[in-house]
């Protein structure tokens, strides 16, 4: 018995050794973590200065890029700024400015300033509001909130913005626990939540749910701590007022014709030109061409033109064009390096406006089509800023656009829609003059898709197709392409002279000929009254605001009349 006594002892103590270690494996596998993570390492931010940069979390979503942080602000960059918030911020940074259009005025900053410069004065703000470095120019969030519908919260190491708002799954946490990083009780620690406080539930999973904090701070929490969970609609931001843009529309329909005036000469064609039209009630001369990149232009404008007008019944719609002069001089007109100066935009509108003004004109209409991919931003300043002037002056603001597709999408009609009072497609040149591709000038497809493109930018009651009262007439002579143009008052005539007879095609709802002589083969998508119905149907079906010609001596007195019937249509 006496020689049992140590071998029971050994055992006994092997037991309890085991039953130690088992109870701590056991410990170890389901006791909670108590270790936090680095919140500068998990944001990602840099060894060094790390004080000076924050991560930014977007819809509980995290931006890849950092920002800078100074003296208790962060600072997004003009980019970010763009793509994710508010792309009416606008940086001139050869002048070092940054502004921001509004209705009635523009706001400006100079970089590495804290004031605000508006119409009723300065204003300084007591902190940086916007700066460049290396290239780059950043502005403060808190700036940028002041005219975006955004919210902000700043937390250590990160800030949390919001710019769109649903609805949303809240909980209330049942007592004081750990937002861990990952779903497991051995996660590290983010950040701790008390009992009582309520998380916004982004995921659940089996035993896990993935919430948002109070403060802040996304990772997980177990679903036994979450209590009361119920669908919320969440609040919008309550310090921002959306800006209204008012805008002048005439009493129903446009129904404009361009007046192609290419000298003093051509001021007293106007009587002759109106006689032969009907439902005409505007009449757009086209007066001026930008002359050089100083924000001059020349103009073969006259007071006279715009009374005789008036007294007509018609209002008159100054036409300001990018390409003539440079045309006809070789000038070089630059639109970049006009619209990118803030100096030289600002010139050339108040050159026009106060143009405008001493003719007693009605409106302005913007007929640049040199404007490149590169300028789209100072496209879209000088479209706000323009139409600021137009507004203080009541004057009707228009553009003239390409028919739209992905390749133009920087002319901005999205802008022309918010701040322009009418948007004009010219709903031709599918296939154009010079281009040596056979094909239609504006088959009912190219209309009718131009027309539900803009109309997914701009407001129906501010769009306004334009019709060609002309056809190309086009020779193929081995691998020669040449054309010449045909006018709606000419095209069945010459159809005759030449002998053929056209016949309708359904697919570009035109007449369509086809003819040979000699070596030469001619092809003709001709536009004629009854091509001009269709697409005059398609417009009346979408609830357009009105319709345009070009021009306004090419047409016949039956084209007229449909124009006169689609304009006095209900």
């Known amino acids: 018995m006496k020689k049992a006594v140590p071998v029971i002892i050994a055992i006994l103590l092997i037991v309890?050794?085991?039953?130690?270690?088992?109870?701590?494996?056991?410990?170890?596998?389901?006791?909670?973590?108590?270790?936090?993570?680095?919140?500068?390492?998990?944001?990602?931010?840099?060894?060094?200065?790390?004080?000076?940069?924050?991560?930014?979390?977007?819809?509980?979503?995290?931006?890849?890029?950092?920002?800078?942080?100074?003296?208790?602000?962060?600072?997004?960059?003009?980019?970010?700024?763009?793509?994710?918030?508010?792309?009416?911020?606008?940086?001139?940074?050869?002048?070092?400015?940054?502004?921001?259009?509004?209705?009635?005025?523009?706001?400006?900053?100079?970089?590495?300033?804290?004031?605000?410069?508006r119409d009723g004065?300065?204003?300084?703000?007591?902190?940086?509001?916007?700066?460049?470095?290396?290239?780059?120019?950043?502005?403060?969030?808190?700036?940028?909130?002041?005219?975006?519908?955004?919210?902000?919260?700043?937390?250590?190491?990160?800030?949390?913005?919001?710019?769109?708002?649903?609805?949303?799954?809240?909980?209330?946490?049942?007592?004081?626990?750990?937002?861990?990083?990952?779903?497991?009780i051995k996660s590290e620690i983010l950040w701790d939540v008390s009992a009582?406080?309520?998380?916004?539930?982004?995921?659940?999973?089996?035993?896990?749910?993935?919430?948002?904090?109070?403060?802040?701070?996304?990772?997980y929490v177990e679903n036994k701590l979450l209590e009361n969970l119920t669908e919320i609609q969440e609040t919008p931001v309550t310090d921002y007022t959306q800006p209204q843009y008012s805008s002048i529309q005439l009493p129903g329909k446009v129904s404009l014709g361009w007046h192609s005036i290419g000298g003093p000469a051509g001021n007293d064609t106007l009587e002759s030109m109106v006689a032969a039209t009907k439902g005409l009630n505007v009449i757009a001369p086209t007066w001026f061409s930008l002359c050089d990149n100083e924000?001059?232009?020349?103009?073969?404008?006259?007071?006279?033109?715009?009374?005789?007008?008036?007294?007509?019944?018609?209002?008159?719609?100054?036409?300001?064009?990018?390409?003539?002069?440079?045309?006809?001089?070789?000038?070089?007109?630059?639109?970049?390096?006009?619209?990118?100066?803030?100096?030289?935009?600002g010139r050339l509108i108040e050159n026009m406006v106060q143009e405008a003004l001493n003719l007693d004109l009605d409106g302005?209409?913007?007929?640049?089509?040199?404007?490149?991919?590169?300028?789209?931003?100072?496209?879209?300043?000088?479209?706000?800023?323009?139409?600021?002037?137009?507004?203080?002056?009541?004057?009707?603001l228009s553009f003239d656009n390409y028919v739209p597709f992905n390749f133009n999408d920087y002319y901005r009609r999205d802008v022309q829609g918010q701040v322009a009072d009418y948007v004009i497609i010219m709903g031709y040149d599918e296939h154009w003059h010079g281009s040596g591709d056979p094909g239609s000038v504006a088959s009912i497809d190219y209309v009718s898709g131009g027309i539900d493109r803009t109309l997914e930018q701009v407001p129906k009651e501010k769009v306004v197709n334009a019709l060609p009262f002309y056809s190309i007439l086009w020779c193929i002579d081995g691998a020669t392409v040449t054309d010449e143009y045909l006018l709606l008052s000419n095209t069945k005539d010459f159809l005759q002279r030449v002998g053929v007879e056209a016949q309708w095609?359904?697919?570009?709802?035109?007449?369509?000929?086809?003819?040979?002589?000699?070596?030469?083969?001619?092809?003709?998508?001709?536009?004629?009254e009854e091509s001009i119905q269709v697409k005059l149907n398609v417009m009346q079906n979408r609830e357009i605001a009105g319709v345009a010609v070009w021009q306004i001596s090419y047409g016949t007195p039956e084209a007229w009349e449909l124009i006169n019937a689609y304009v006095n249509a209900q």
């Open 364 to 396: 302005i209409n913007i007929d640049f089509e040199k404007v490149t991919a590169e300028c789209s931003d100072h496209y879209a300043q000088f479209i706000r800023e323009l139409s600021i002037a137009c507004r203080k002056n009541e004057l009707i």
């Open 121 to 184: 004065g300065s204003e300084d703000l007591g902190y940086l509001i916007a700066y460049e470095e290396d290239g780059q120019v950043y502005i403060a969030a808190d700036y940028v909130k002041r005219y975006t519908n955004i919210s902000l919260q700043y937390a250590v190491n990160h800030v949390q913005v919001y710019n769109e708002w649903g609805t949303a799954t809240v909980a209330t946490v049942g007592k004081d626990t750990a937002v861990r990083i990952k779903g497991g």
């Open 295 to 345: 924000g001059n232009f020349q103009s073969f404008a006259s007071s006279s033109y715009v009374e005789r007008a008036h007294g007509m019944g018609l209002q008159v719609w100054g036409v300001w064009d990018d390409f003539n002069y440079n045309n006809v001089n070789q000038a070089g007109i630059n639109d970049y390096q006009i619209l990118s100066s803030t100096t030289i935009r």
């Open 505 to 528: 095609d359904e697919e570009t709802s035109q007449l369509y000929a086809e003819w040979t002589s000699g070596s030469k083969t001619y092809k003709l998508w001709a536009e004629t």
């Open 196 to 219: 009582g406080s309520q998380v916004k539930v982004l995921e659940q999973m089996e035993t896990w749910s993935k919430v948002r904090t109070e403060d802040g701070y996304i990772g």
């Open 16 to 117: 309890v050794i085991g039953a130690v270690t088992f109870g701590g494996m056991l410990i170890e596998r389901y006791s909670y973590s108590k270790e936090r993570v680095d919140l500068a390492e998990y944001y990602g931010l840099p060894a060094e200065g790390t004080d000076e940069w924050v991560a930014v979390y977007l819809q509980d979503e995290k931006l890849e890029e950092l920002i800078p942080f100074k003296d208790g602000k962060c600072y997004f960059p003009i980019d970010m700024v763009h793509q994710y918030f508010n792309d009416i911020f606008y940086v001139d940074q050869s002048e070092g400015l940054l502004l921001y259009a509004l209705p009635e005025e523009v706001v400006r900053v100079s970089l590495g300033g804290s004031a605000e410069e």
